[in-house]
């Protein structure tokens, strides 16, 4: 079973093995070379180093696991046994419903119209007590009614899903498009909504601020205008979350003000507001992570892929890694190749579905049959192209961690 408590785990003189790349990747390399790739591994001394890491960040605020970023079983149950967190962030209902069997705290994080799945909550008095809905519109009120009447289920848990995005004269809307809501108005409004109707109990409120959380600020040429950005955004969401709260708080008492993402928590954590934040992908810190200026994660999961073609001298040819992060559809949502060193993707072939050049100095000593390590730009894609990561610890695979699919389970 995999354990991340300090006097259950790895030993600590593998700990930073992640500092000298020659090292770490070689070690891995030698672990799994018996294995046929592709070969997804997560290190255990680098994935207890990023998930104490986050404990310190968040400042001593529970953290709510984002399953999406992670579709691992073991590992969410691993990090959930670590004092400081507390509850999972699912991504679907049908997600939610198959964790409940084991885990007793659950946010979906998105609205969810899955009139099969809210049937198999209204039927189920456990799952019922312990999952969380996420709405933010009467209509989302109204299909569930739809689906089951109040009258005929137990009383749901619902949450307020608010916009925390930024509104710049100058740049538009800055963040993602999520929930309509956006002043703690529209939030009491919707607040006021849910507890006058039978057959739902409100207990929280989700702000998210992806232009803060999900955008690196230390790489690129843009990255001075996105710290300005984001400085900006800080001090109006810290204002307006504060009057989101007490708004909704006049109307019904709250269980939980849910903030941030690995790359927000010290903003979030010090919110006076925010009773909980949410962390995924910086436990297993894909390589979008890297380009943050006030962390830095340990490459905690990995995947490498075979040389089965030399089409140039400085050119070789992997098998598979078509295995793109969400996001637009740019260059730093590809895989990254980080072993051997001095390697990069084609831009007009980048990492294919069924091949993945790569070229550069590194590629020349490359042959046929050769092992090349990527890192995925986030996190829990990865999982959805292998059914396990080999759990590598002290230089040696000590487990298989079976992903989600691995399981059996296809979730959005």
Known sequence: MLELIADQGPPASSAGDWRNPAHYWRTLTDATAHLAAPVAVIDQVALRHNALDLLVRAGGVPIRVASKSVRVRAVLDAVLRLPGYRGILAFTLPEALWLAEAHDDIVVGYPTVDRAAIERLARDDQAAARITLMIDDPAQLDLIDDVVAPTARPELRVAIDVDASLRSATFGHVGVRRSPLFTAA??????????????????????????????????????????????????????????????????????????????????????????????????LAGHLFDGYRRFSLAPAAAFALDVVRRPAPDIATLLGGGWIASGPALASRQPLPVWPPQLRTLPREAAGEVQTPVQGEGARDLRIGDRVWLRHAKSGEAAERTDRYHLVSGGVITDELLTYRGEGKAFL
């Open 186 to 283: 529209d939030a009491a409004a919707l607040a006021r909504e849910i507890v006058s109707r039978p057959g739902f109990r409100l207990v929280g409120i989700q702000m998210y601020e992806a232009q803060i959380a999900g955008q690196p600020d230390a790489v690129g040429t843009e990255a001075p205008v996105i710290r300005r950005l984001q400085a900006t955004s800080r001090a109006e969401l810290r204002r307006r979350r504060a009057e989101v709260a007490a708004a909704v708080l006049e109307v019904s008492p709250l269980e939980f003000v849910n903030g941030g993402g690995t790359g927000s928590l010290e903003f979030t954590g010090r919110d006076f507001a925010v009773t909980e934040v949410t962390a995924g992908s910086g436990l």
